[in-house]
């Protein structure tokens, strides 16, 4: 396939780079875990186009979304203040005027259908 996906270490901080052909699509800087609150991440998010809801639930490392898209768990890394990547795009969350999590934007290179699709927070 022409589309990749790359974790890259530059200087010790790691770097993903989605690609698609010669062209990058997308490019992002990896942020310690550490320095996250993954727990105000946590919980159901429903897809109206799909029809579904998938859970979100904190882990050492990120967030695991459990059976997103498909049948498996999936481990999201954080990149930025509310931004995850994983193995098949990007994850970008929207906050309330509140500050509190109302749902994400589902960002792909390669599955059209979900492209840009947005999930609305249900419950913690």
Known sequence: SMNARRLIAIGGTLVLTVRRGERTFAEAVKVEAADLDAGEYEGYYTSVELQTTFHFDRTA????????????????????????????????????????????????????????????????
């Open 61 to 124: 490392g990120g967030l695991t979304a459990e059976k997103f898209l498909g049948e498996a768990d999936h481990a999201l890394f954080p990149l930025a203040k509310d931004l995850f990547g994983w193995e098949r795009g990007f994850i970008e969350f929207n906050r309330d005027s509140d500050s509190s999590i109302s749902g994400f934007k589902h960002t792909t290179k390669d599955i059209d259908n979900y492209f840009g699709s947005i999930f609305v927070k249900k419950s913690p």
